[in-house]
């Protein structure tokens, strides 16, 4: 399919861990914000009914990821927070085209790469862990993440042709790759 190019430092995963609970409750609103963004794609292209279960599907699973790291949460005992704006996401959106279909392509190929990018950085997480329980919840979303990754490309090509893709694809993992690199390392996953 593609790889990511820009690769997360060795040294992200130790900063990201320092403060296990406030990574806990930023990987909580990242779940369920692209819960939110599988079912924003149904809404904004009713017309294109391939599209609407698989992400309705994926919003489930997305939803199921945030309960299952809300549930980590109140076991150590903590409260939920205000979400901040991620960085990240924010600047990396700001390469998405506005005409209706550009826009589609370019959310999709987006989704895309940060499912990408969350699946690289939960796998660091998961080998920087020394709880098994915790070890195994992220190797599961790891590979749940990489999945999602691919799901996004395979809708996108229900739509557009191969070398269009390819095409765009090329230019927004140059744009995710600045947004990545932009980004200082802390307790939260991009």
């Known amino acids: 399919m593609f790889t990511l190019r820009y690769a997360t430092p060795p040294d992200w995963a130790p ?3 320092e403060d296990f609970d406030a990574f806990l409750l930023d990987h909580a609103s990242c779940e ?7 079912l924003s794609f149904v809404v904004r292209y009713p017309d294109r009914t391939a599209l609407i279960e698989p992400m309705i599907q994926f919003s489930r699973e997305e939803l199921e990821h ?4 809300c549930k980590l949460i109140l076991e150590r005992g903590l409260v939920f ?4 704006p991620d960085e990240y996401v924010n600047t ?11 826009r589609l392509l370019d959310r999709l190929i987006v989704s895309s790469l940060i499912e990408a990018r969350g699946a690289e950085r939960l796998n660091l997480v998961t080998q920087a862990l020394t709880d098994p329980k915790l070890q195994a919840f992220y190797s599961r979303l790891t590979r749940a993440e990489d999945h999602h990754k691919d799901f996004f490309l395979e809708i996108a090509r229900l739509y557009f042709s191969e070398i269009t ?9 140059d744009k995710e790759a600045e947004a990545i690199r932009s980004v200082p390392n802390r307790s939260a996953l991009h």
């Open 32 to 38: 369920r914000k692209a819960s939110a963004v599988g």
């Open 165 to 173: 893709i390819t095409q765009r694809l090329g230019e927004l993992l």
């Open 81 to 84: 927070t205000s979400d901040e």
């Open 92 to 102: 990396f959106m700001k390469a998405v085209r506005t005409g209706r279909e550009e």
């Open 66 to 69: 945030y309960h299952q790291v």
């Open 15 to 17: 900063a990201a861990l």
